[in-house]
Nanobody, 127 residues
């Protein structure tokens, strides 16, 4: 099991940049694919970005492609989400998730694949 704690969310203006961090604990972090999901009020949780165990493979939702970048530092057990050109539609609670069953070259995009979740960090984008 991996424990996850997100941080970095805050109120920003449209067009701003923000970096979210996810601190992981547990011995299996290096064997986990990692992902960011988000959930806006009244909406379902949606995929944002994922990264494979080594970081060699990444996937992005179409809505954030070209604006967000996911990365990881296995030595520090950290996952990051760099968010640029933020839009009002990016307002949501952002969750970090871990999939300990992932094979080396996978970065799943479906929430049911991920076993461990953080509590979330709120990102609010204002005009």
């Amino acid at each position: 099991q991996v424990q996850l704690v997100e941080s970095g969310g805050r109120l920003v203006q449209a067009g701003d940049s923000l970096r979210l961090s996810c601190a992981a604990s547990g011995r299996t972090f290096n064997r986990c694919a990692m992902a960011w999901f988000r959930q806006a009020p009244g909406k379902e949780r949606e995929f944002v970005a994922s990264i494979s165990r080594s970081g060699s493979l990444t996937n992005y939702a179409d809505s954030v492609k070209g604006r967000f970048t996911i990365s990881r530092d296995n030595a520090k057990k950290m996952v990051y989400l760099q968010m640029n050109s933020l839009q009002l539609e990016d307002t949501a609670l952002y969750y970090c998730a871990a999939d300990a069953q992932a094979i080396l070259t996978s970065a799943p995009t479906t929430p049911l694949t991920y076993e461990d979740w953080g509590q979330g960090t709120q990102v609010t984008v204002s005009s």
